[in-house]
């Protein structure tokens, strides 16, 4: 027999997931249009909690100002990484010359900016709720409040390497770091989404010879983290041509970016043979009204958006709306294909209660 409280705490797990991906949208958007040092603080925006709408609101020396605490804890952060044995790092933050140049007040950057930081506080606010309502499973499922915990410490890591992010000026290392955060807390939310789902079902016999099926996903997954991590490398790329040529010439980014970009549009292809096998392999298992064929049929049309998405950018000039849609169907991607490997690879440990 179901709980109330445990209905009410995979309802409220589903929508942290929704809420999460529409933050990752939000970063996306935030991305596209240049809008990431729209707030050149944190967590405040121009030392506010609701950002001026006016640069008459503002203080005259306020580019100064916001360099000068900016260079201030960027130091902090490299004797950080100095204790940790990165030296090269902390050089590399401190003779980034980039953090030196102050950002000019853009209403409409501030507040894609504003934005993007309210989507992640009404996600921190969502996780704590799960924390709470995890509780319910203190003698069923200790593990739903141990991975509920930690969530919340992953995204409170998550907010701090934020506001590293604004202060380093979008440094491109700490920005891939702060995408993998963001599928780890995906990976987290799906993970508990489907064992609360299938703590209280009778036991599953999964149709034999599905173990070439779950080593293909798992490769398939693989494949799409590895997609992200050159897709925002890319990204980074593109940023620094874009500066270099002052913001000009828009239709020849993508030919600079070189090498990376080649390996990240040869690796869609090959995420894409895999999961066209997969997809075969799910349907010829799983009929019907089977939440495994279901979640197949979402990755294939997660799939065709997305390669979409990338067409329109590799040969349209990048369009801003077309980035943010890459973002966001490359991470639904990978948040079904876990979700359908947990699914797959079911076992007794779902009814084991710990």
């Not at 003698?139 to 380093?168: D, E, H, P």
């Amino acid at each position: 027999m179901v709980l109330k409280s445990e209905k009410r705490f995979t309802r409220l797990n589903l929508i942290t997931i929704v809420v999460t991906l529409l933050l990752i949208l939000a970063g996306g958007i935030v991305r596209s249009t240049g809008s990431g040092m729209g707030c050149p603080d944190w967590p405040k925006c121009f030392d506010q909690y609701i950002p001026p709408t006016h640069a008459s609101q503002l203080p005259a020396d306020y580019k100064e100002k916001y360099v000068s605490e900016r260079v201030a804890k960027n130091e902090r952060f490299a004797k950080t990484l100095e204790r940790m044995g990165k030296a090269h790092l902390a050089d590399s933050i401190r003779h980034d010359e980039s953090i030196l140049l102050p950002e000019t007040f853009n209403v409409a950057k501030t507040w894609t900016e504003y934005i993007n930081r309210l989507m992640g506080a009404i996600t921190g606010f969502l996780l704590l709720g799960l924390v709470v309502y995890s509780f319910a499973y203190v003698k069923s499922a200790k593990r739903v409040i141990v991975l509920s915990f930690t969530n919340l410490i992953v995204v409170g890591f998550q907010a701090w390497l934020g506001s590293i992010v604004v202060s380093t000026n979008l440094m491109p290392w700490i920005v891939t770091v702060h995408m993998l955060l963001a599928l780890v807390i995906l990976a987290i939310l799906v993970y508990t989404y489907n064992y609360t789902q299938q703590l209280h079902k009778q036991t599953t016999v999964v149709m034999a010879n599905v173990i070439w099926l779950k080593a293909i996903i798992f490769v398939a997954i693989a494949a799409s983290v590895l997609q992200i991590v050159l897709g925002t490398e890319v990204r980074e790329a593109i940023d620094a041509i874009a500066k270099n040529l002052q913001y000009t010439g828009r239709a020849g980014w993508v030919e600079m970016v070189g090498k990376t970009f080649s390996y990240h549009r040869d690796l869609a292809m090959f995420v894409l043979i895999l999961n066209i096998i997969i997809y075969k392999l799910v349907k010829d298992r799983f009929s019907g009204k089977a939440t495994a064929l279901m979640v197949a049929n979402g990755i294939a049309i997660t799939l065709i958006i997305q390669i979409a998405s990338g067409l329109l950018l590799s040969n349209f000039a990048l369009p801003p709306y077309a980035q943010a849609l890459h973002i966001l169907f490359s991470t639904l991607l990978f948040s079904l294909q876990y979700y359908l490997y947990l699914l797959v690879y079911r076992t007794d440990t779902y009814h084991q209660g710990h």
